[in-house]
């Protein structure tokens, strides 16, 4: 097969003049390419389509993924009969399979330094939060070589001490069946930290999603940075002329002035009090609790609505000003939807207690699942430790009695 083949069979590249060509986007999230090795190794020769899309020839992705050694190629390596001579043969294998069992999102070859400064080449490691997370060694052939074996326990025992149940060291010639227990393991593993609150989970989790996207996508991150926020540093999330646009509030309206009375007379008192600017707020920020103050029920809504007293919003409680423009607050923003006696508004504000509802659910749902999967990762972690346990004397009493079986068949042969 040839990597043409796997491309226009996968519905990657484009024919233009008679050649195949690739977007790069592509070649990085559907290939799996690995960037910095690419932009490294390749002989870029790159075109843009009329969209402004970096496209690449085939002949050059070609060329480098001929003579790219990394796991995440090893599958169109296959695919395409290619001869590698791979320098790592096993480990090469191992990693290869492993990766598309459950994603290529990891690096391989991480550097990583130890507490006391060691520098350690790692061969694949999954980050969680820009650190090491999972992390995967294959031991080679060469591991085994006496002179190896002391400077490898010494490494693999201070890497166990650091990662704990997250240090894979996987040995040469392991079974099918031990590798499988790992990679179920690992999957468990990436399910259970990738189970976070995001915008991307949430619409997978809830069907109803599609009523709040628009808004989710524009300030669903916002919200949820503010939401994981202990001490509450994120709360002026919202940008004031942002939000009126959202509220289809016209410039020069008198909607407009209403909305910026109630912050006018506040900015001309602290115009000239910079320092007040960059205090901390004493006002508690929003949590998971059902307080009445956190979920506005229809009561509250109508009595916000009919309230047509002009409170000025406070600053640095309400809003703050930053590079001459003013950031609200999640309350201050509900406030202002209310008050604009707008059909719009009022569906933003809907839009934003569902929204923080479905966060609410969201976390309750991945709590169980979390549960569920701590137990099943317990349970195989159990299950490889005793097999290991159990294993190891049973080798060494095979080992024995194949001895004994040679001994005796020399003995044979004598007589």
Known sequence: MSLYRYLTSNNIGKIIKGDLWVKEKHLFKKLFIPKDNFYKKCKIKKNKNRQGNIMYNL????????????????????????????????????????????????????????????????????????????????DEQHHYRINNIAGDNIRNSELQYTFTNNFYNIPYNISDQELDTIIEEIKLLKEYANDEVSITNMEKEFIEFTEIKAFAKKYGNKIISHKNDEENKTKFIFELESVKDDLQITTNSNLCSRIDSYFMNQIEINFDKNELLDSDSDSEGWDDSDSDSDDLDNSE???????????????????????????????????????????????????????????????????????????????????????????????????????????????????
């Open 301 to 415: 809504l109508e009595k916000i609505s009919n309230n047509n007293d002009i409170k000025l919003f406070e600053i640095n409680k309400d809003f703050i000003i930053k590079d001459d423009k003013i950031y609200i607050t999640r309350e201050t923003f509900i406030n202002i939807a209310i008050k604009s006696d707008s059909i719009v508004g009022i569906q933003i504000f809907h839009q934003i207690m569902k929204f923080e509802d479905m966060i609410k659910k969201f976390i309750e749902i991945s709590k169980k699942r979390r549960i569920t999967i701590t137990h099943l990762i317990n349970e195989n972690r159990l299950k490889r430790a005793y097999s290991s346990r159990l294993s190891l004397p049973l080798t060494r009493e095979n080992r024995h009695l194949k001895n004994r079986v040679k001994r005796l068949q020399k003995l044979i042969e004598l007589n």
């Open 59 to 138: 002949k050059d992705v070609e060329d480098y993924v001929k003579n790219a050694q990394h796991p995440h190629l090893y599958e169109i390596h296959k695919y395409c009969n290619y001869n590698i001579k791979y320098k790592n043969k096993y480990e090469m294998e191992l990693l290869g399979k492993i990766t598309k069992a459950f994603g290529y999102d990891g690096i391989y070859q991480y550097i990583y330094f130890t507490p006391d400064n060691k520098q350690y080449r790692l061969d694949y490691v999954y980050l969680l939060d820009d650190k090491p997370f999972i992390i995967i060694e294959i």
